[in-house]
């Protein structure tokens, strides 16, 4: 059994008194892209944003139950909550680049790091370009504002921003749906070069993307994680009634 | 290290927030400490109820209820000619003008807000006083009449800017739907969107209302000065703001005249404050 | 019908007639102003002081003073400002706190100038011994200033999109970090424009510096920040009530009027326009 990159264990949440996730179980393997989906509502972005701790920014949200990275309990009294997001990346629905130049974007996350040498800033940020497949594009516009790219640019630029901090984990929340197709099969195609050296879990609305790329896939419904499996079992012969009425499309 | 920096900054907000509330205690204190001590000697029926203001005579009198009808007397003069005329503007920019026009009023609007009331005070006293004193063949032009107008056209921009947000928050499915009964576009005005705008126009009224008691230099200039409960509009009077605008040159540090300039001082931010309270109540019920 | 159209006709004509009245009376107004105030305007009256008991002569320690005392006041109000605007919009614990801080800024905001002007005179100048003078005026002015500077960037702060802040912490970015490298960045033309109106606004003020900072008359400019100060509003009123030469010093009177006019108007309209230029080139 390969030891897990995530792991939850009895993870319960509440946003107030509003019981959102319950007792989850999940494993997120390493260098595997994992899927969640469900219908909305069902807790799959919050799930997400405990990956990360971004739910700590919202109000009267309480947690139960063990979230690791690795071997860490990233909920533990005490842990350093700007090194756990650096080291897990996010990008969100939206592309929200800031409104900065392209360049001062990727370097963003290493500059709040600390000090860090110009010309090793410069390599890191050409790298994650690179490995954003974005580089061809803007390396003769670096000092250019990032809301000059187009949609699909700027959520690559997102995923260089994230990449650039060598996050061990990067958390996509439905990053292609405010994307045109054909930025849609650019940002899938990455997800697949990516899972090479980063652990992937992608939060989709789209069932036909869950099947695309992920290695396993989680189904959740109104705050249950009701099946996990691999994904090519689960588009097959899934366990539970409702994950079969929600690929065949009965509800979603 | 890291979270050194953090606290010591979020110390320095914190500290700024708590400078802030201070500013508010010490201008409370501040006047409280220097205007109280007058009680001592008056009571507060008579400063506020009696008719003689004879701060400097050998047996002085410290009875303001002429300055405090002054005061009402300008301020209520003002809102009859701001009320109309702010809000007449609002509606016709809120309602019937196009957007165009609406984009270039808006920011001349708030231009006007910004006009220093010493230059309205000279407008007042050099050109309307004389004009005033020669259409009513008065002895003085500087009067409440010629005050109010001053103060009045000074607040018609908070009035009509605030009474203007207010009628284009208002959402545009009522309207629609007051026209789609077949109502005129009047009827709709008066009857669907100004209804719903009440608590917004009400709020700029207060407000109006709090700016123009409050100010100092218009009626200082134009309000002519004499202290006594003015009997026509036609007549000069003293609002509070310019008895001590007036009269704290005349004063020693301390002595009871000093304290009774402070003691108005407080009644005159007791009745701000009061609007700005009433104001707010107002308000927070519009957002409900 | 007709009658309801006709009811409609006249009350859109009653309105307009309220937008012509007021827009005639400030029109003459300004015209008067213009008029009056350009009859004595020159490059000399700007730049000399005043002679002959004000009778004659320009304005400079005037325009030195005011400059002065509004320079001071936005020193003093801004950083102070923009901090209690972050504590309200990032930190803000616990809620009564920030109740309390809202209704202190909403009354500073309420209170008649005349009353900053005596708590000056009692706290700076007496009690803290500053005497009549700049920093006493200053610090007035500065306290004026202050809930409007905290609500614009208050206002200022909110339109910064919430994905940008939420987009720096997902990098391990901690709130300080967050606000000073992308929150204040972002509002920053918004903050400043705020800061530029309230600089019109701070300098045309008179009773907050009658007894705090301004002088009748004097020849020499201020050579420190505890020395009393020429100021432009305050030389308009004293020429206008306490002068003994009406027939010469109405028109100096009009001229500074103008001088302070035309700077409050033209301050307040670049940091509209350039409100409107940021707006316009938004890319959020």
């Known amino acids: ?252 | 290290m890291k979270t050194l920096k953090e606290k010591l900054f979020q110390y320095i907000t914190y500290l700024a927030a708590l400078f802030t509330i201070l500013c508010m205690l010490a201008i409370i204190f501040g006047i409280f400490r220097e205007g109280l001590p007058l009680f001592r000697v008056v009571s507060l029926k008579q400063f506020i109820f009696t008719n003689n203001w004879y701060p400097t005579h050998a047996e002085p009198a410290f009875g303001a209820l002429a300055l405090i009808v002054g005061s009402l007397a300008v301020t209520l003069g003002a809102l009859l000619i701001a009320v109309p005329l702010g809000l007449g503007s609002a509606i016709f920019i809120s309602e019937i003008a196009g957007s165009k026009l609406r984009e270039a009023i808006k920011p001349i609007i708030e231009l006007l807000a910004g006009i220093p009331s010493v230059v309205y005070g000279l407008f007042g006293m050099a050109f309307l006083a004389p004009l005033v004193r020669q259409w009513f063949n008065l002895d003085t032009g500087l009067n409440v009449f010629s005050a109010s107008i001053i103060l009045g056209v000074m607040i018609v921009p908070i009035i009509s800017s605030l009474s203007e947000d207010a009628l284009s928050s208002v959402p545009s499915n009522i309207r629609e739907a007051s026209m789609a009964l077949g109502a005129t576009r009047s009827e709709t005005i008066f009857r669907a969107v100004v209804p719903a705008a009440r608590n917004g126009i009400l709020c700029s009224v207060l407000l109006g209302f709090g700016r123009a008691v409050g100010e100092t230099m218009v009626v200082l200039m134009v309000a002519g000065g004499a202290a006594n409960i003015p009997t026509s509009i036609f007549e000069p009077t003293r609002p509070i703001t310019s008895t001590i605008a007036a009269e704290m040159g005349e004063t020693v540090v301390g002595d009871l005249h000093y304290q009774s300039l402070f003691a108005l001082a407080i009644l005159l931010f007791l009745i701000t404050l009061a609007t700005n309270l009433i104001a707010e109540l107002v308000f927070s019920n519009r957002r409900r | 019908m007709r009658r309801r159209k006709l009811k409609n006709t006249l009350s859109t004509v009653i309105l307009g007639f309220a937008l012509l009245v007021t827009a005639l009376f400030l029109i003459t107004f300004l015209v008067h102003m213009f008029y009056k105030g350009s009859m004595v305007l020159s490059w000399e009256f700007l730049t000399s002081v005043p002679r002959n008991s004000m009778t004659e002569g320009g304005i400079w320690p005037a325009l030195v003073g005011t400059f002065l005392l509004t320079v001071l006041a936005v020193a003093f109000a801004l950083p102070l400002g923009v901090m209690t605007a972050i504590w309200l919009t990032h930190y803000g614990k616990p809620a009564w706190l920030i109740s309390i801080l809202r209704v202190a800024i909403n009354s500073l905001a309420g209170t008649p100038s005349i009353i900053f002007g005596l708590f000056g005179m009692a706290v700076f100048v007496n009690i803290m011994g500053m005497d009549v003078s700049v920093l006493a005026g200053g610090l007035t002015l500065a306290i004026l200033a202050l809930p409007v500077i905290i609500n614009n960037t208050e206002e200022a702060i909110r339109t910064v999109p919430h994905e940008f802040t939420e987009a720096s912490l997902a990098l391990g970015a901690t709130t300080r970090q967050t606000i000073t490298r992308v929150v204040l960045p972002t509002a920053l033309p918004n903050i400043l424009t705020g800061a530029i109106l309230s600089i019109g606004r701070v300098a045309g003020e008179t009773a907050p510096i009658m007894f705090t900072a301004a002088t009748f008359y004097s020849r020499k400019l201020p050579t420190s920040l505890t020395d009393e100060v020429m100021a432009l509003p305050y030389h308009i009123y004293a020429l206008m009530t306490e002068g003994t030469h009406p027939d010469k010093q109405v028109p100096i009177a009009y001229g500074t009027a103008l001088v302070l006019l035309l700077m409050v108007l033209l301050v307040s309209a670049t940091a509209i326009y350039l409100r409107y230029l940021f707006r316009r080139k938004k890319q959020w």
């Open chain 1, 1 to 252: 059994m390969v030891k897990p990159q995530l792991q939850t264990r009895k993870l319960n949440l509440w946003f107030g008194k509003n019981h959102v996730l319950h007792d989850v179980d999940l494993s997120v393997y390493s260098q595997k892209v994992t899927a969640m989906i469900g219908p909305s509502g069902c807790g799959k972005s919050t799930l997400l944003r405990c990956f990360n701790r971004m739910n700590d920014l919202i109000p009267e949200t309480r947690i139960t139950g063990d979230v690791l990275l690795g071997d860490e309990d990233i909920y533990k009294n005490g842990s350093d909550v700007s090194r756990i997001r650096a080291a897990v990346g996010m990008v969100f629905q939206k592309p929200n680049p800031f409104p900065k130049s392209i360049f001062n974007n990727v370097a963003y996350g290493l500059q709040i790091q600390g000090k860090i040498r110009r010309s090793e800033l410069e390599e890191r940020v050409e790298q994650s370009l690179k490995a954003a497949w974005l580089w061809e594009e803007v390396k003769d516009r670096l000092n250019q504002s990032a809301m000059s790219l187009s949609g699909g640019q700027q959520q690559r630029l997102c995923i260089a921003r994230a990449l650039a901090n060598r996050p061990k984990v990067l958390l996509l929340d439905e990053p292609t749906s405010a994307l045109d197709p054909q930025s849609t099969a650019k940002v899938e195609e990455l997800c697949l070069e990516l899972k090479k050296s980063v652990t992937i879990l992608i939060v989709t609305h789209n069932v036909a993307q869950a099947g695309r790329i992920s290695d396993y896939t989680a189904f959740m419904y109104l705050g249950d994680l009701v099946e996990f499996d691999k994904t090519e079992k689960m588009f097959t012969v899934p366990a539970d009634k409702r994950t079969e009425a929600y690929l065949t499309g009965v509800f979603g």
